[in-house]
Nanobody
Framework: QVHVVESGGGLVQSGGSLRLSCAASGDITSIYLMAWYRQVPGGQREWVAS???????TYTESVKGRFTLSRGSAKSITFLQMNGLKTEDTGTYFC?????????WGQGTQVIVSS
């Protein structure tokens, strides 16, 4: 069993910053990638960013230059630094851990950006 927990969400004004954390624990094997997605009520879950072997990062176009995904002291920990937040960034942010033998998701952390 693998547990994924996100934290760091909150209410912030447009132009502000937040740092989201994702920590996975339990039966960690070989991690293929960790990723962040976001979703608004009634909307589709949208991929935001991923970090793979070799710390290779990719981002959706709308967050490039504003968001930075990095690894923590352990390979099962990631941080999503979000700067220059826009109202369009509002949503529940979910962390995904894809590893050998399974795909795991957290419960999400809510981000609200006010104008």
């Amino acid at each position: 069993q693998v547990h994924v927990v996100e934290s760091g969400g909150g209410l912030v004004q447009s132009g502000g910053s937040l740092r989201l954390s994702c920590a996975a624990s339990g039966d960690i094997t070989s991690i293929y990638l960790m990723a962040w997605y976001r979703q608004v009520p009634g909307g589709q879950r949208e991929w935001v960013a991923s970090i793979a072997d070799g710390d290779y990062t990719t981002y959706t176009e709308s967050v490039k230059g504003r968001f930075t995904l990095s690894r923590g002291s352990a390979k099962s920990i990631t941080f999503l630094q979000m700067n220059g937040l826009k109202t369009e960034d509002t949503g529940t942010y979910f962390c995904e851990l894809l590893q050998r033998g399974g795909d795991y998701w957290g419960q999400g952390t809510q981000v609200i950006v006010s104008s």
